[in-house]
């Protein structure tokens, strides 16, 4: 009796515990690697059941119809119509089980559940939306961080052939500053290997506006995180402490104090058994101490900016344009169905990061009829209704500007410009390295401000805002004063000139393409210029003039 039941019970425990420790499957029925799980259960301790029920010498000595003799001459008999009529039964339970569930969830019952997940509210482009000072515009798309931090990594020799800086870059707002950060990780199993006793010692931020890339060197090293192995990766960590959980991927961000964590989502299905999936809050990971820390969604701490996933805000938010009327007004006439853009990016707004993507109609035509922002921190949204181009038409502009030199644009962000929503796009040439910029109107793709620095750029948009009759005029302060100090600098390729005048301390740039006559400016000079404030105290001037 021990050798037909408890052997084949302890092969079946010592199989799952292995497989629980290298698939790390969720123990909770709703999840898909649950039932691989016991699946894989149940088949190994089938199996070890005939082994250790038969000999392994002979397995089958006579067979007989409905019966089998085993190699020690029992007898067992096998009763194929009260099991057939058990496996068909078995069947059948399933399938209604998977047809109740498929119901539960389904959209045809709960077009108005699906609609209502993503809590949107119409708001005010311009009360919103603040215009950015110019230095604050970020540059750096993923593509061109992952360059900045592979180079500063490559400026230190001893860590280059150890480690490299993950693909991740996570884009955070750390001290109100839009900026990208990412650790580094092993080069490879060796240099695991070699390296795991002592961690990994720095990670890499990036000012998304300066394009300053910086390795910031730990006091302590990480040791937990998606890099390593065995009990030290991060998936396996948090699934042996929260072995129920569903997780989304994991983020990494840092805190205030610059030091380094990782975020993981935690969800669950709120409509039926398996709809409506969201986020129910996050598990905190201390990525130096491995110390973890569960929050609900309401209790999340603010530093913190990647909550929601962008995936799922996309899904919902495509639900909530596509079942405004129900379902079968989704599938039937359509009428006032819509959908997310193709495409998304991000925006600092309020000390938080939002998810930007644009509204289009069912039938695409390569229009946009407003615009959604998403906080990933708390999941408020805000919807803009502003008629205008599609991002991909935006893009086409924009490249069109300049396309004798083939340069391709990355994917707009959305900023206020002299009260005018606008798409801003670099563009970078074939080696991916950004040569110029881009500003093109939402309303009207047409008005389009292209130049090598981003103070040229946006002049040129604005000379073009104000000869198609569009109010300007709320964006631009005036001065006039002499100079007092004056200095020079030049930057990507042209020559700034910075300098004071006797109105106060205020420091006003400008470029030496906006008039021939900054390079004899000299202290004493009067001028009357225009320019756009700037909170850091660095005012991009807009017109040039020299009284005397």
């Known amino acids: 009796m021990v050798k037909k039941v408890w052997l084949p019970l302890l092969t079946t425990i010592v199989f799952g515990g292995i497989w629980f420790y290298f698939a790390i499957p969720a123990i909770n029925p ?45 007898v067992i008999e096998f009763k194929q119509k009260k099991g057939f009529k058990i496996a068909v039964w078995a069947v059948a339970i399933l399938l ?9 969830s389904s959209e045809l019952f709960n077009a108005k559940k699906y609609q209502q997940q993503l809590p949107v509210h119409t708001a005010s482009f311009q009360d919103d939306i603040a215009e950015m000072p110019i230095s604050q515009i970020p540059i750096v798309d993923k593509d061109v961080a992952q360059r900045l931090g592979n180079r500063k990594l490559g400026e230190v020799v001893e860590l280059t052939s150890q480690f490299e800086v993950s693909t991740m870059y996570s884009q955070i707002n750390y001290k109100n500053v839009p900026t990208r950060v990412s650790p580094l990780q092993y080069a490879d199993l060796i240099k695991w290997f070699t390296n795991q006793s002592e961690g990994i010692p720095y990670y890499v931020t990036i000012d998304m506006a300066t394009q300053e890339t910086q390795l ?16 030290r990766n991060l998936e396996r960590h948090i699934r042996f402490h929260y072995p129920t959980l569903m997780f989304e991927d994991p983020v990494f961000e840092i805190d205030d104090d610059g030091n380094p964590y990782w975020v993981v989502p935690t969800y669950d299905y709120k409509i039926g058994v398996l709809g409506g999936r969201d986020i129910t809050g996050i598990v905190l990971v201390d990525a130096v ?40 007004n989704s599938v039937i006439g359509q009428r006032n169905v819509i959908r997310t853009t193709e495409g998304y990016n991000y925006l600092a707004l309020d000390d938080d990061i939002w998810l930007y993507t644009g509204l289009t109609s069912v039938t695409s035509d390569k229009s946009n009829i407003g615009f959604i922002l998403t906080n990933l921190r708390t999941k408020e949204t805000r919807n803009y209704q502003i008629n205008g181009a599609e991002e991909n038409s935006a893009m086409d502009s924009a490249e069109g500007k300049v396309q004798e030199k083939k340069y ?51 002049e040129s948009y604005i000379r073009q805002l104000k000869s198609i009759g569009k109010e300007t005029e709320g964006v631009q302060n005036e001065q006039s004063g002499a100079v007092t100090e004056i200095t020079s600098a030049v930057k990507d390729g042209n020559t700034n000139y910075y300098f004071r005048l006797d109105t106060g301390e205020e420091i006003y740039v400008a470029s030496v393409q906006l008039s021939d006559q900054l390079p004899l400016l000299k202290v004493g000079d009067k001028v009357k210029i225009s320019f756009t404030p700037d909170a850091k105290g660095m005012n991009q001037v807009s017109s040039f003039e020299r009284v005397s």
């Open 289 to 328: 101490s491995g110390e973890t820390q569960r929050y609900k969604i309401n209790e999340v701490p603010q530093w913190i900016d990647n909550v929601y996933p962008a995936h799922l805000i996309i899904t919902q938010a495509n639900n909530w344009g596509k079942y405004t009327n129900g379902f079968f």
């Open 408 to 458: 391709q644009a990355t994917f707009p962000i959305l900023i206020n410009v002299a009260d005018q929503p606008t798409y801003f796009v670099s563009l970078k040439d074939d080696a991916g390295l950004v040569k110029q910029f881009a500003f093109v109107s939402v309303e009207n793709y047409q008005v389009v401000g292209v130049g090598d620095t981003l103070q040229t750029a946006q």
């Open 30 to 74: 709703k999840h898909a690697s649950f039932w691989s799980f016991l699946i894989a259960l149940v088949v190994v301790f089938i199996i070890s059941r005939l082994v250790f029920t038969f000999s392994l010498k002979g397995i089958v000595k006579k067979v007989q119809k409905g019966t089998t003799t085993s190699a020690d001459g029992t």
């Open 216 to 231: 910031v060197k730990l006091e302590k090293p990480m040791k937990y995180g998606t890099c390593e192995y065995f009990n």
């Open 96 to 104: 209604l089980a998977g047809i109740v569930i498929w119901l539960s």
